[in-house]
């Protein structure tokens, strides 16, 4: 409800407390077995027990650990976050590249629902987006490899090659120079993770569990490279400043003390209007 996804990224410093990036998004090294459904919710959510990563200052939780949390939240509904639409491909590569991050998350999402069908699905997305933005062949064996582990409903193993695709989608961006959209392809995941929190969260509020939406520092990163970008012309690209404008919004919301369920809602509304337009045809 993430091998480094955020660019430019030095080795990996010493682990600290996270704050989370939800569902996949952006750092996704080394994913652990999700946790059995069974266990009984936690009166309360230790963060300091995360395995995290630190990049650039900023904690990332692993991806399958938060879903572990999520679970014991409750055992949440998957099936009622998944889409029927996995969006349009409109040929704006700005677009592309987020539509990549919300549909890699998808993909996390149906593994957790356990639906092959889905996920077979996501597997040949991912290969169709990935050949619009020229690395296809960085991610040709991981999408047979997600639909044949599906197919086996072998989920620990899918989880895994979706881990790996981002990873090499994000390397192979950076091998062709496109730093800016490897970011994008993160900022992508985490807003469809986002959604997906929220929606879970707010269905079964708890303080404990809008808790995991206490992360500016990672907003701020965001927001930072999107300022940063060194395509210029990307960087003015209507769909990038609607980007930018969204993590701006956010960062009031998670920024004090206690989340309350109203900020869940409004947050859940915003990262859902904000899907809407990534995987509309026209951004």
Do not use: C
């Amino acid at each position: 409800m993430m091998p480094a996804l955020l660019t430019g990224l030095r080795p990996f410093a010493k682990p600290k407390i996270p704050m989370l990036l939800r569902l996949l998004f952006p750092v996704l090294w080394g994913l652990a077995l999700a946790s059995s459904l069974a266990q009984p919710p936690p009166a309360a959510i230790d963060l300091s027990k995360f395995p995290a990563a630190a990049v650039d200052e900023v904690v990332v939780p692993v991806p399958s650990e938060i879903f572990n949390v999520l679970d014991k939240l409750g055992s949440p509904n998957w099936k009622a976050e998944m889409r029927g639409n996995l969006g349009k491909n409109s040929g704006n590569r700005a677009q592309v590249a987020l539509l990549l991050g919300t549909v890699i998350a998808d993909g996390f999402v149906a593994v957790e629902a356990e639906n092959s069908e889905s996920v077979k699905q996501i597997g040949q997305e991912v290969l169709n987006l990935a050949d619009a933005i020229n690395v296809r062949k960085a991610v040709i064996a991981r999408s047979k490899s997600i639909i044949d582990k599906a197919d086996a409903k072998n989920w620990p193993a899918v989880r895994e090659e979706l881990d790996g695709a981002l990873q090499d989608v994000r390397g192979a961006m950076v091998e062709l120079g496109d730093h800016d959209l490897a970011q994008l392809v993160s900022i992508g995941g985490w807003i469809r993770g986002t959604e997906v929190l929220t929606s879970i969260v707010g269905k079964n509020y708890s303080a404990s569990g809008a808790e995991l939406l206490n992360q500016p520092e990672l907003l701020n990163y965001f927001s930072r490279r999107i300022d940063e970008m060194r395509n210029s012309r990307l960087k003015k690209e209507e769909l990038v400043a609607r980007v930018r404008k969204l993590l701006r919004d956010i960062r009031p919301l998670i920024g004090k003390s206690g989340i309350s369920q109203a900020s869940v809602e409004k947050i859940n509304k915003m990262t859902n209007e904000i899907v809407v337009v990534i995987t509309s045809e026209e951004p």
